[in-house]
């Protein structure tokens, strides 16, 4: 294990890096773990364990704090507002996005098939846009994911892989992945579900958009009937 930290280390003081610039607490954590780095490469038989660990110690609490290290510094910063976004958006979460408060709090047994056939359609309408909003944001996200590969890998060598980020990277990689030509089984499957619920969403979209523009026809009938009364 010593070894894959070690090398998620050398990332970090890279990207930290070492030439003067303004921010000096950068240089110095680029210095001091790039000193460590060197220590424990370099050290004797005897010594070598031990100044592993402190390296390893050194480097995995600089990592835990990844996320506030400098602008510019910071690993998947690229995809920080993608990341904050596809948080809650995960189209195998069930959970609902916007009624989810309304949806928890309602005793299904007490629901007359009247609110029930609205709640559900509710539920399937924000299953749609949670999906249609995480596609936008899975494709926004692909100039982004060469260099945040590199980190997962070097994360994952380190065992080091549990954080948010990489939860929300994964659904970032299998929504590419599904989205890929030529899909397995599974993919189809998961495809032509998306499909269906798509469909059902449009057909309803179109019915609601048809009855406002009636609603709109009739108020402009009625006002110029108004009018016209008026002028009687």
């Not at 993608?82 to 809650?88: F, G, H, Q």
């Not at 269906?196 to 057909?203: H, I, M, P, V």
Request: proline content about 4%; overall charge negative; hydrophobic content about 40%.
């Amino acid at each position: 294990m010593p070894k894959d930290v070690l090398a998620l280390g050398r990332a970090l003081v890279k990207e930290l890096g070492l030439d003067p610039g303004e921010d000096t607490l950068s240089r110095w954590m680029a210095h001091y773990i790039a000193e460590l780095i060197k220590d424990a490469e370099t050290a004797s038989v005897e010594d070598r364990p031990e100044k592993l660990a402190k390296c390893a110690d050194a480097i995995l609490a600089l990592w835990k704090h990844r996320h506030q290290l400098p602008n510019g510094n910071r690993p998947f910063e690229d995809l920080g507002p993608i990341l904050r976004a596809l948080k809650s958006l995960d189209p195998s979460d069930k959970t609902p996005r916007y009624f989810r408060a309304v949806r928890n709090a309602v005793d299904e047994s007490e629901e007359s098939p009247e609110t029930r056939k609205w709640l559900e359609l509710a539920d399937a309408l924000d299953y749609s846009a949670k999906l249609l909003i995480s596609y936008c944001l899975t494709q926004a996200s692909h100039t982004a994911l060469d260099s945040s590969r590199d980190w997962v890998a070097l994360a994952e060598a380190a065992g080091l892989d549990d954080g948010l980020d990489f939860t929300v990277l994964r659904i970032i990689y299998d929504e590419n992945k599904l989205m890929q030509s030529n899909p397995e089984a599974k993919q189809r499957k998961q495809l032509e579900d998306r499909v269906k619920r798509l469909d059902d969403f449009k057909a309803r979209a179109e019915a609601l958009a048809s009855n406002l523009r009636k609603l709109l026809m009739q108020s402009q009938i009625d006002a110029v009937d108004s009018k016209d009364h008026r002028k009687k």
